[in-house]
T-cell receptor
Framework: KAGVTQTPRYLIKTRGQQVTLSCSPISGHRSVSWYQQTPGQGLQFLFE???????NKGNFPGRFSGRQFSNSRSEMNVSTLELGDSALYLC?????????????FGQGTRLTVV | AQSVTQLDSQVPVFEEAPVELRCNYS??????LFWYVQYPNQGLQLLLKYLSGSTLVKGINGFEAEFNKSQTSFHLRKPSVHISDTAEYFCAVIANTGGGNKLTFGTGTQLKVEL
């Protein structure tokens, strides 16, 4: 059974540009969450999608957005990139989005903004 | 809201020695508790979780953790570590009520196992 797949693995962008990251959850999983990991702030929750609906959102500016498709694949978009957006972006999927259900993480996309 | 404190940012230990990684949490509601491990350039892997029942939880790779409600702690232990245990370990909580499915993580503990 394939795990959570995030593409691309590495990305370099320039300040002011926008970027789209992709996450393919484990087959059958309907919940997808996104996290940002930086050395200074640690792991911070961005948002969660379940059945194409955003169910929960963290404290990030509106430049960070996401969506989920009918096949549960998810994308997140960051517009007007800032140097501080450089981070490892992790996606996690779970079967039914229940709090007691294990979340499986992808390997992440490392975004560098220059 | 929930918060997690991992008191030790780094823990060096010799191979085959025991180790304890500390985790304390704060929450106004009941929570589920998790420990994750992250190897370099990898995502997070679940080691173990506490949902309810027995306060001693056993996980993968010989790790175990004990939930202590009165001390709001969930320390991770291993009786004998191996070089391959070198990694970063994250404690996390999730409220078991309310909307959404959001993990709140601690700042992580880097475990370095030395020969």
């Amino acid at each position: 059974k394939a795990g959570v797949t995030q593409t691309p693995r590495y990305l370099i962008k320039t300040r002011g540009q926008q970027v789209t990251l992709s996450c393919s959850p484990i087959s059958g999983h309907r919940s997808v969450s996104w996290y940002q990991q930086t050395p200074g702030q640690g792991l911070q929750f961005l948002f969660e999608y379940f059945s194409e609906t955003q169910r929960n959102k963290g404290n990030f500016p509106g430049r960070f957005s996401g969506r989920q498709f009918s096949n549960s694949r998810s994308e997140m978009n960051v517009s007007t990139l800032e140097l501080g957006d450089s981070a490892l972006y992790l996606c996690a999927s779970s079967l039914d989005g229940q709090r007691n259900t294990e979340a499986f993480f992808g390997q992440g996309t490392r975004l560098t903004v220059v | 809201a929930q918060s997690v404190t991992q008191l030790d940012s780094q823990v060096p230990v010799f191979e085959e020695a025991p180790v304890e990684l500390r985790c304390n949490y704060s929450s106004s509601v009941s929570v589920y508790l998790f420990w994750y491990v992250q190897y370099p350039n990898q995502g997070l892997q679940l080691l173990l979780k506490y949902l309810s029942g027995s306060t001693l939880v056993k996980g993968i790779n010989g790790f175990e953790a004990e939930f202590n409600k009165s001390q709001t702690s969930f320390h991770l232990r291993k009786p004998s570590v191996h070089i391959s245990d070198t990694a970063e370990y994250f404690c996390a909580v999730i409220a078991n009520t309310g909307g959404g499915n959001k993990l709140t993580f601690g700042t992580g503990t880097q475990l370095k196992v030395e020969l």
